[in-house]
């Protein structure tokens, strides 16, 4: 059974940054493309970052502009998003997103498992 478990929401000023972290299980990780999309009330799901198998291939939201970096540590079985610069538009639930291949997709629908997500608020 595959797990995601995220970590690192919370609540953070505009301008603030955090670090968040996803630990999977169940699945040969290093084998697999995995990211983050996030939900806000509202709205649709959309992507926020994804990594390929390799590490070398990222694809991130239109609205990053630079400010987020995805990483990941298959000897952790665990991918991070780097949130810097924070906006209170980026208020949502973030969740992990993992594939049964390497290959990483920008579209929600390529993503075989879920984590149940992690809250950001940011606000003043």
């Known amino acids: 059974q595959v797990q995601l478990v995220e970590s690192g929401g919370g609540l953070v000023q505009p301008g603030g940054s955090l670090r968040l972290s996803c630990v999977a299980s169940g699945l040969t990780f290093r084998d697999s493309a995995v990211g983050w999309f996030r939900q806000a009330p509202k709205r649709e799901r959309e992507l926020v970052a994804v990594i390929d198998w390799t590490g070398s291939i990222t694809y991130y939201g239109d609205f990053v502009e630079g400010r987020f970096a995805v990483s990941r540590d298959n000897a952790k079985n665990t991918v991070y998003l780097l949130m810097n610069s924070l906006e209170p538009e980026d208020t949502a639930v973030y969740h992990c997103?993992?594939?049964?291949?390497?290959?990483?997709?920008?579209?929600?629908?390529?993503?075989?498992?879920w984590g149940q997500g992690t809250q950001v608020t940011v606000s003043s």
């Open positions: 997103a993992a594939r049964a291949s390497g290959t990483a997709y920008s579209s929600a629908e390529m993503y075989n498992y």
